[in-house]
């Protein structure tokens, strides 16, 4: 079993920043990858940006240039630095996990989301 905790949503205004973090735990030897993913009210869900257990990451281009992905795994944890922050970048946030990076679309292990605004 393994259980994935988003934290660090909130209010920002446009412009702004906010750093999202994801902590893994359980039955975690298995897993290697992990992502963020986004689902704005209307909208599919969506890949935001990805993380290999190389290091190898992904970004989906509306988040190249502003968003970083890191990861810490001493700590078994996951960060999405997230500048330059819009109004469309208002959504839930969700922390996912899985094995391969390229599994992330499809992740098994997900968190219960975080919602971030940007409103002025």
């Known amino acids: 079993q393994v259980q994935v905790v988003e934290s660090g949503g909130g209010l920002v205004q446009p412009g702004g920043s906010l750093r999202l973090s994801c902590v893994v735990s359980?039955?975690?030897?298995?897993?290697?990858?992990m992502g963020w993913h986004r689902q704005a009210p209307g909208k599919e869900r969506e890949v935001v940006a990805a993380i290999g257990g190389g290091g190898t990451t992904f970004y989906a281009d509306s988040a190249k240039g502003r968003f970083t992905i890191s990861r810490d795994n001493a700590k078994d944890t996951m960060y999405l630095q997230m500048n330059s922050l819009k109004p469309e970048d208002t959504a839930v946030y969700y922390c996912?996990?899985?094995?391969?990076?390229?599994?992330?679309?499809?992740?098994?292990?997900w968190g219960q989301g975080t919602q971030v605004t940007v409103s002025s």
């Open positions: 359980g039955s975690i030897f298995s897993i290697s990858a």
């Open positions: 996912a996990a899985d094995t391969d990076i390229l599994k992330i679309a499809t992740a098994e292990y």
